[in-house]
């Protein structure tokens, strides 16, 4: 699927998914943390924001969210109304260099074609802070497919495994990688990695 389709599913499937998905569990907590390591009054984007009601509604005010979905980013106004709002795509983010403290990326990278993996984490090295910090999923295994039914729409998934996707993160400029193993939104486990850009 190219992105603009992407777009469209999510758009479709913005209400469902926001419903279906617990906003509470141990992966929540995961942002307490990366808060607690930050300085005063922290600029925070995170990518992938949708609703915003998992990650959005936990971070500083002021956080920013990115979505590609008009639909989702909708949803969010309500549920996060002091958060700001752009709708865009990762794979160019519409900030400048340096711009923010740390950035979230929950279940959302693996919805770009693996091959532009890369050029994600480069664009979240360009908008962070030296010494910024990502928090993001990282993909369970290699794939690359499109899976009928989800959330009664379509969703496209892509990821190129987990050891790829770390040292893609550290060819980024990123370094102290950390993992952890928490519950995900939608009921199962998924790994989460901590990275800082050096």
């Known amino acids: 699927m190219d992105r603009q389709a992407v777009r469209r599913e999510w758009d479709a499937i913005a209400e469902t998914y926001a419903r279906q998905r617990d906003p509470s569990g141990s992966d929540a907590a995961l942002l307490e943390d990366l808060v607690d390591a930050l300085g005063p009054d922290p600029l925070v984007l995170d990518v992938g924001c949708g609703d915003g009601a998992r990650t959005l509604a936990n971070l500083p005010d002021g956080a920013i969210g990115l979505d590609v979905s008009r639909r989702g980013l909708e949803l969010a106004t309500e549920t996060v109304p002091e958060a700001r709002l752009l709708q865009g795509d990762m794979l160019a983010i519409p900030l400048r260099k340096a711009s923010v403290d740390a950035i979230t990326a929950y279940h959302a990278v693996f919805h770009v074609s693996r091959d532009r ?11 962070l802070k030296p010494g910024g910090r990502l928090l993001m999923t990282l993909p369970g295994g290699s794939f690359e497919t499109v899976r009928r039914g989800w959330m ?7 990821a190129p495994g987990r050891d790829r996707t ?10 102290d990688l950390q993992t952890r193993v928490v519950d995900d939104p939608l009921g199962s486990d998924s790994e989460f990695v901590f990275a800082t850009r050096e």
């Open 117 to 127: 993996h890369s050029d994600v984490y480069q664009e979240f090295a360009r908008v």
């Open 166 to 175: 770390l040292a893609q993160l550290r060819e980024a400029g990123f370094g």
């Open 152 to 158: 009664g729409g379509r969703m496209f998934f892509s």
